[in-house]
């Protein structure tokens, strides 16, 4: 039997919506659809992560503490989520190859021609002490374009001056970024 929502007023099946046990032990269904009810969750737990510090700490800290007594749900999560990558990643293969062939030929043309043999090599040192460094911390780095090849407003060179060996998170988190000081 069809049930009217009272946020998107669209007539959905009862199964769309929550029960709710009364005080007589009755059960009533939401007068929101499960989605609706879903989004409004999810946009008040928004709100009060960027308007309340503390609450967003003491939920971090559930949520860590959840993740340490929890073991068997972090590998569950992980597995499942390199498993939504591999599947996005097989769905778009050629996107994904594209974009690294693009890659490929920005960081040639942004070598320059006048590049010396022992800058070249540099670059190449680089490269071999960021794999070296990765190893001996355990952490994963990456060579680090300071000046983005691809940026907004401005577009680096490959060259050794250009390079520095950064954390993996903190070069994923800059993206094309260029901070100017």
Known sequence: MPKLCGKCQTEKDESSFHKRKMPSGNYTLQPWCKDC?????????????????????????????????????????????????????????????????????????????????SDREHIKRIYRVRQKVSDKTGVEHHVDHIVPLKGDSICGLHVPWNLAIIPAKMNLSKGNKHEQF
């Open 37 to 117: 009810a879903k989004s409004n969750q999810r946009a008040w737990n928004k709100k009060k992560r960027e308007e309340d510090p503390e609450w967003r700490d003491e939920q971090n800290k559930k949520a860590a503490e959840y993740r340490k007594n929890n073991p068997e749900f972090v590998k569950r999560v992980t597995e499942r989520n390199r498993e939504v990558s591999r599947k996005h990643y097989q769905t778009n293969k050629a996107d994904y190859m594209a974009k690294d062939a693009e890659r490929r030929a920005r960081k040639v043309k942004a070598t320059p021609k006048w590049l010396s043999k």
